[in-house]
């Protein structure tokens, strides 16, 4: 009877240690930010702060995994000269010359617009390491004499919290 009793409790311990995969709570954070680039003078950074985000403030503590879905833009007007515009990232607060280069270049014509576009190339290990800290800077950055952008930007993060961890 005792052997009965001890390996039930065995079993039940076994049963309840995995079930906290099973309490993964997973949601989606959306930020979107229009950078106005005026090279050469550069760009202003944006903050990714997912701290405003309820669900995030709620389970802050038990984040598991942070995960970049996708880095889309636009070039919504274009009145400068032909060029390139960058995508660089730092930890939040950090500095533009500290930055690393997180999206592939975006090359353009004189004039061109385009719709909605996903980046093709992303560093997306060094942005879930930011994130993981819930916060960081963002900036794009026009490369050519005379590149004058508005390019609105969308980031999708999907955020794993167990409140059980």
């Not at 070039?75 to 660089?88: H, P, R, S």
């Not at 004039?111 to 060094?126: C, F, I, Q």
């Amino acid at each position: 009877m005792k052997h009965r009793l001890l390996f039930i409790f065995l079993m039940l311990l076994g049963l309840l240690g995995g079930c906290e995969d099973a309490v993964d709570f997973e949601f989606t954070i959306i930020r979107s930010n229009v950078f106005t680039i005026d090279a050469p003078l550069g760009t202003y950074s944006y903050d990714v702060d997912l701290n405003t985000d309820s669900d995030y403030q709620r389970y802050k503590d038990h984040i598991k995994d942070v995960d970049i879905d996708y880095i889309r833009y636009s070039i919504t007007a274009n009145t400068g000269t032909g060029g390139k515009a960058d995508f660089y990232a730092n930890a939040y607060g950090g500095t533009l010359a500290g930055a690393t280069k997180i999206a592939e270049s975006i090359s353009f014509v004189a004039g061109e617009l385009r719709g909605t576009t996903d980046v093709v190339w992303l560093n997306k290990a060094y942005l879930e390491s930011l994130l993981l800290g819930g916060r960081m800077s963002v900036w794009a950055v026009g490369e050519g004499a005379g590149v004058r952008l508005t390019l609105p930007v969308e980031i999708k993060i999907r955020v794993t919290a167990n409140p059980l961890e």
